[in-house]
């Protein structure tokens, strides 16, 4: 458990107590971006763009 | 079935849009075709067309069939879940008090033992995360042996909500078949976690279970009237989306039970390439998420009939603004997503509808400039067409231009009749004090949202400018007392929609006089909009939360759950109030009798 550096001795019984349970589990990262990015709301603002 | 669905969607809002742009261009071309035309007729053929895509929700939602879903007999011995409650600078007594009442709803139902809850902290303001722990001490001595109750809180934000369930599924996911994810603010029975479980059990493809979260607690004027919609109008609009999503349902980032397994197999989201407001962490995760799911072959849905879910909502404009801000900022951000590769076409319209949900009110705005624009473009009309010829008079259609102005109001507004009209049927408006009151609050909701219209529209309209130019919101500080926005923080939140309307005002006065009557819905809300978000922040309810407007079911007979959290509450906030200062830690003692921080 993170705790605050200040709260950490006051907190050791929390620890104890609440932290927590160990039980990890991988979650990869997911691809949303084609490699090529098309940028597709720069097309849909383009009047905005150009007018900046 | 849903594609049917689907296809009369597609079909109302075409047929709808493509019928008020053929009797705009009657309206408009009358007095010859000019090109400013063409921009009026394409700026609210889009727009009738989103409205009627809300109007072809609540249609498909009055037509659906009640929903039959799937559902085991019991919740397995072995099966194990984990109710996730991310905190980021709430009051932890109220927070921890919806957790007390859910713990004992869930042991009243014999689960307790089954559910583990783990109270997921982002919080990073030193008065709030001191208060915390003492509270978690708290809630676990008092209910700790009913259930599993843990407390982390994260040194570093990364990844805000996302990224604090992302954490806690690396580091204890392993554990759960199950998550429950909640908001600070939510509430749920205990009988419906368990179903939820049920169900999830009964279907091994479901991933995403979504409930429809009913408001609660809601004081002021406009808080009470967010949640008399939210309770009688969006059951009907809730199932219509889900006719029509079908298997690619919502998921709304709270009050929903995931699939451990498929939700850390499918939803590790990425950091968008570039700078925010477009790159950077991804903001509205959970539109992503469902979609992510739905793309690995997991069912979304959204079951409408479990009822005993609960949140709470925005009490005055100011905070609805705010709130809709974000959302903006999020929805917009999805435009990098419309092409993901191997993303469902469902899930890509999806995006475009959010992003749509705030391009909309912009493009109202439009309309409403080019049409006050166009008389200066257009120019006095030319009365001698043909030399020597006797003069032709422009047609006014100022028949067919009523037809199109009933015909879009009626598009908003005929849902609404419709629901009333099928409660009186099947008894749904007794829950509302009857027929005849539901369509009095009704008509009084309608009213109250086409004087508000014109303010949030201009407030969408300054978010979508505010995030294409990357700014930020810059509100006001809050300086509340009894929850009420005061007139000067009305002022300074609102001055400038003022000033809009006044500068409409004499711009149509000066341009467009004939369309001014036409404007005064318009202008009025918006040159009144600081004294109206003042007036609409007044509390509402008496003593016991009830009011004789907008009254919900609620007010009625309150769910268990919700009675127990006041209870514990209550109690909590009481002894606090009694207990000596030395006793609390940090700056406890400012919190214990104090309403809900902002």
């Given amino acids: 458990m993170n705790v605050h550096p200040e709260r950490a001795a006051s907190n050791r019984s929390l620890v104890e107590t609440g932290a927590l349970p160990f039980a990890p589990m991988a979650m990869p990262q997911q691809r949303l971006q084609r490699r090529r990015d098309w940028r597709l709301l720069r097309l849909l603002f383009m009047p905005w763009l150009v007018w900046k | ?598």
């Avoid at chain 2, 727009?47 to 069939?65: D, H, I, K, Q, T």
């Avoid at chain 2, 783990?118 to 722990?133: G, H, R, V």
């Avoid at chain 2, 008092?142 to 809180?153: K, T």
């Fill in chain 2, 1 to 598: 079935m849903t594609g049917l669905q689907r296809f009369f969607a597609f079909l109302f809002s075409i047929v709808v849009a493509g019928s008020a742009a053929a009797l705009a261009a009657n309206v408009l071309f009358a007095d010859g075709v000019q090109w400013i035309d063409h921009v009026r007729i394409a700026l609210l053929g889009i727009s009738v067309a989103w409205l009627s895509w809300g109007a072809s929700l609540a249609l498909n939602g009055l037509l659906a069939p009640a929903l039959r879903p799937a559902t085991s007999g019991n919740v397995g011995e072995s099966t194990r879940t984990a109710v996730l409650v991310p905190v980021y600078n709430e009051d932890p007594a109220k927070t921890f008090s919806h957790v007390a009442a859910m713990v004992r709803s869930l042991a009243d139902q014999g689960a307790a033992d089954r559910f583990d809850f783990a109270i997921l902290s982002d919080t990073n303001k030193e008065e709030f995360f001191a208060t915390e722990e003492h509270w978690f001490s708290r809630l676990r001595r008092e209910h700790g042996h009913l259930s599993r109750i843990f407390y982390r809180r994260r040194a570093v934000n990364t990844g805000k909500k996302a990224g604090n369930i992302t954490d806690f599924i690396k580091s204890s996911g392993a554990l759960y078949d199950y998550l429950v994810i909640l908001d600070a603010d939510s509430l749920m029975e205990g009988a419906t976690l368990v179903e939820m479980v049920r169900r999830m059990e009964a279907e091994p493809r479901l991933g995403l279970l979504q409930t429809l979260p009913k408001i609660v607690h809601a004081r002021s004027w406009f808080g009470r009237a967010i949640q008399f919609a939210a309770s009688y109008y969006s059951p009907v609009f809730a199932r219509g989306v889900a006719a029509t999503q079908g298997a690619n349902g919502p998921f709304w980032g709270h009050n929903a039970i995931v699939r451990t397994r498929a939700f850390a197999q499918s939803c590790g989201l990425p950091e968008l390439t570039g700078r925010p407001p477009f790159g950077g962490h991804i903001l509205s995760h959970d539109y992503v998420e469902a979609a992510l799911l739905s793309r690995n072959g997991w069912i979304v849905r959204l079951d409408t009939d479990l009822e005993g879910s609960f949140e709470e909502g925005p009490e005055n404009v100011i905070d609805y603004a705010k709130r809709d801000r974000r959302w903006c900022q999020g929805n917009l951000q999805h435009s990098r997503l419309l092409f993901a590769p191997g993303l469902r076409p469902w899930s890509r319209f999806t995006f475009l509808q959010g992003i749509m949900a705030y391009l909309a009110s912009p493009i109202w705005a439009l309309f409403l400039i080019a049409s006050i624009a166009a008389p200066v473009i257009i120019g006095e009309p030319n009365y001698f067409p043909e030399p020597h010829r006797p003069p032709v008079f422009p047609r006014v259609e100022q028949f067919q231009a009523l037809i199109l102005l009933a015909g879009v109001a009626g598009i908003l507004v005929a849902p609404k009749l419709l629901i009333v009209l099928q409660g009186a049927f099947t008894g749904r408006n007794e829950g509302f004090g009857g027929t005849l009151r539901a369509l009095a609050t009704t008509v009084l909701e309608i009213v109250w949202t086409s004087v508000l219209a014109p303010i949030m529209l201009m407030y969408q309209s300054r978010s979508v400018l505010q995030v294409l130019c990357g700014a930020d919101g810059g509100w006001p500080a809050a300086n509340r007392e009894a929850d009420t926005v005061g007139l000067k923080e009305a002022w300074d939140a609102s001055w400038w929609i003022s000033v809009g309307g006044i500068a409409i005002f004499a711009a149509t006065l000066a341009f467009a006089p004939e369309i001014l009557y036409w404007l005064l819905p318009v202008v009025i809300p918006m040159t009144l909009a600081p004294l109206l978000v003042h007036l609409t922040s007044w509390r509402l309810t008496g003593r016991g939360g009830r009011t004789v407007l907008f009254s919900c079911p609620q007010d009625y007979r309150a769910s268990p759950v919700i009675q127990a959290q006041e209870t514990i509450l209550a109690r909590w906030r009481r002894q606090a109030a009694h207990q000596p200062p030395a006793d609390l830690p940090g700056d406890f003692a400012a919190f214990a009798p104090a309403p809900t921080p902002r």
